[in-house]
């Protein structure tokens, strides 16, 4: 019943930046923790980032530094500000959050239908 939409992706330039955008909308009383996953052809989906309901803060070794998570609970808002981007960073990007559908303790993972970033001269 929950839907997550993303946007924000696209091509870019070695150097350049994007900001993806995930927004969770349907039966939701409150989110846990949100992550961006990435996964190119022939590899393992990798978690790139996370952030808590909190506010704490995860990141791979390979974008630490580049990428910022940050999260907007108002609106179930989370967001990818990727600086510094290099090819290695080309993948399908996949938002990712842990549901609580009402005020009980029960919670499971929604996905988005990912986004393509490409990172090319």
């Known amino acids: 019943q929950v839907q997550l939409v993303e946007s924000g992706g696209g091509l870019v330039q070695p150097g350049g930046s994007l900001r993806l955008s995930c927004t969770a909308s349907?039966?939701?009383?409150?989110?846990?923790?949100m992550r961006w996953y990435r996964q190119a052809p022939g590899n393992k989906r990798e978690l790139v980032a996370a952030?808590?309901?909190?506010?704490?803060?995860n990141y791979a070794d390979s974008v630490k530094g580049r990428f910022t998570i940050s999260r907007d609970n108002a609106k179930n808002t989370v967001y990818l500000q990727m600086n510094s981007l290099k090819p290695g960073d080309t993948a399908v990007y996949y938002c990712?959050?842990?549901?609580?559908?009402?005020?009980?303790?029960?919670?499971?993972?929604?996905w988005g239908q990912g986004t393509q970033v490409t990172v090319s001269s």
């Open positions: 990712n959050a842990d549901i609580r559908p009402d005020s009980s303790w029960d919670h499971y993972d929604a």
């Open positions: 349907g039966s939701i009383f409150s989110i846990n923790t």
């Open positions: 952030i808590t309901s909190g506010g704490s803060t």
